[in-house]
């Protein structure tokens, strides 16, 4: 499998329940992203990676919890949620931060109830 | 910090017309720049790039992007447009410094018309 994949593409859940979002890409890269895209509104970057350690954290809810255990590997627990928290949750690689082309995911799609 | 704006939300064509679409963008030095495609529910794909060298840029799918430093642009062509190119496009900026994210543009939706 190439490219970088994401699980599940497609997650229904109710605000008291959790759940993780699972990335992994298959480039050899060292740092992974989580953006997070709603309707009508830019990209928003949530967490950087870097040869597994968080570099970034854009005041994203401690309702999201990132989780990178190696390189190829990036999770994101969901947990107590809101409506508003619905969006398409992309993931995303590169071969390092420093400006260099970043390689997505085909994203899943969540809905909170 | 750099910024990146895509002044057109929606752009409507006719299918076999010309399309260019707009991004300029706010940085002190030359940046590297990119454009992304969205097809709806699905992830970004990369375009194409620009690091240095020729400025104008040839990618995929038939795509062009001309780098014009005098007026902080990088606008994307393509010299005849399919109905499959129906989707959401995005430019992206980077600097070379570590630790330092791409910045993306709000996006701009491209219809095409039969």
């Known amino acids: 499998e190439t490219g970088v994949t994401q699980t599940p593409r497609h997650l229904v859940m109710g605000m008291t329940n959790k759940k993780s979002l699972k990335c992994e890409q298959h480039l050899g890269h060292n740092a992974m992203y989580w953006y997070k895209q709603s309707a009508k509104k830019p990209l928003e970057l949530m967490f950087v990676?870097?040869?597994?350690?968080?570099?970034e954290n854009n005041s994203v809810p401690s309702r999201f919890s990132p989780e990178c255990p190696n390189s190829s590997h990036l999770f994101l627990h969901l947990h107590t949620l809101q409506p508003e928290d619905s969006a398409l949750y992309l993931c995303a690689s590169s071969q390092d931060t420093g400006g260099y082309e970043q390689y997505f995911g085909p994203g899943t799609r969540l809905t909170v109830t | 910090a750099q910024s990146v704006t895509q002044p057109d939300i929606h752009i409507t064509v006719s299918e076999g017309a010309s399309l260019e679409l707009r991004c300029n963008y706010s940085?002190?030095?030359?940046?590297?720049l990119f454009w992304y495609v969205q097809s709806p529910g699905q992830g970004l794909q990369l375009l194409l790039k620009?690091?240095?060298?020729?400025?104008l840029v040839q990618g995929i799918k038939g795509f062009e992007a001309e780098f014009k430093r005098s007026q902080s642009s990088f606008n994307l062509r393509k010299p005849s447009v399919h109905w499959s190119d129906a989707a959401e496009y995005f430019c992206a900026v980077g600097v070379s410094t570590a630790g330092n994210m791409l910045t993306f543009g709000g996006g701009t939706r491209l219809m095409v018309k039969p």
């Open positions: 940085y002190g030095a030359t940046p590297y």
């Open positions: 990676y870097s040869l597994e350690e968080r570099v």
């Open positions: 620009y690091f240095s060298g020729d400025t």
